[in-house]
Structures are given as C-alpha cells and as structure tokens.
C-alpha cells in the first residue's frame, strides 16, 4: 500500500481539478500483494484501498493543502462496506469517491470499486477531523477553513441511524468489554 500511496502523492496535481462534493475517480489495478488464498481481493484491502480514493479527493479539491494550513487531519470513525463480485488479479477497477452528506460531528462518504461501469463493492465511511494540536474540529470550523457549505447535501436518514447504532462512547468516556 505504501508505493500506492506514494504514486498517488507524486501524480496528485494531475488530472482535473474537482470540487469538494464531485465524485472523485482514480484508475486502479489488482497486485498479487492484494489477493487472500481464495485468489481474489482481501476484504481488508478494500478498506486500505478506499483511504486513497479519499486521500486523492481531498488532494484534487484543495481540501489537503487547507487542513494542512489549519492543523487539521481527517480519520475515520465508522465504515461498513458490502460486496458484490470479487476482483481477480490483474483486474482493472476504478474507486469513486464522494461526500454523501454532514452530521454535526463527521463527514459522511460514499465509495465504490467499479469494473466497466458495474458497481462490484460500495462502501460508507463517517469520517472526523482532528487538530494536530488536540482535540476534534467541529463542523462549521471545518466547513469554514474548508470554505465548504456543509448545507449543501441532506445526510440520508440510515446513514444518520446507522452512525448512532455503530458509534461507540468518547475515547474519554468508559468502554467495559462486557459481553451479553
């Protein structure tokens, strides 16, 4: 995953300029070093592979350079992916990459592995932003130092129920392992 990264950083002013809610597409292609002993793509690698879907998006709407300048990086918090058909070694698939919506706490995206058009994976992550000098950023002072109208998209009704269902408490708060 690493040469990925690096590739995509070295190639990040190519390609056209996108706005901060345009779908985001990079060109990507199955390695041996992703494939599990079933011979097809490991379900953690598509989890990998979605950060540079996103890191390209963020790159090519300006977004990274800003966040830079204020202190800020992104995390994610929550992401549920569902599959459709595999990917097989030397595939040729395009991860497409959007923000579907805000909450007060977290940006939500959508993400897809796409093979001639056909959807084989589609996955949603909620994303938050954390300053480097501690602490969470909040929505409108992202939206701000972004210069993004987070009114813009309506965040889908389950994908607000999901991300109350999934969340687990603040890392300062308790969280016993305690099973039923």
């Not at 595939?91 to 959807?119: L, M, W």
């Not at 949603?124 to 701000?144: H, I, M, N, W």
């Not at 987070?150 to 392992?177: N, Y």
Request: net charge positive; proline share 6%; glycine share 6%.
């Amino acid at each position: 995953m690493i040469f990925r990264t690096i590739l995509l950083w070295l190639r990040r002013t190519r390609g056209p300029k996108l706005e901060v809610h345009d779908v985001g597409r990079i060109m990507m292609r199955v390695w041996p070093t992703d494939l599990d002993i079933l011979n097809h793509v490991n379900n953690g690698v598509y989890l990998s592979l979605m950060d540079l879907g996103r890191l390209d998006l963020l790159h090519r709407c300006g977004a990274w350079e800003k966040m830079t300048e204020h202190g800020i990086y992104p995390v994610v918090a929550s992401e549920t992916i569902t599959f459709r058909k595999s990917l097989s070694l030397w595939q040729r698939y395009v991860i497409e990459t959007r923000i579907v919506g805000y909450d007060p706490k977290a940006v939500f995206i959508e993400q897809r592995f796409v093979v001639n058009g056909e959807i084989y994976a589609q996955a949603f992550v909620r994303g938050r932003f954390l300053k480097r000098s501690g602490g969470t950023v909040p929505l409108d002072e992202l939206a701000q130092a972004l210069s993004v109208d987070t009114t813009e998209l309506t965040l889908p009704v389950w994908l607000r129920d999901w991300s109350k269902h999934v969340g687990l408490p603040p890392t300062r708060a308790e969280a016993p392992s305690i099973w039923p």
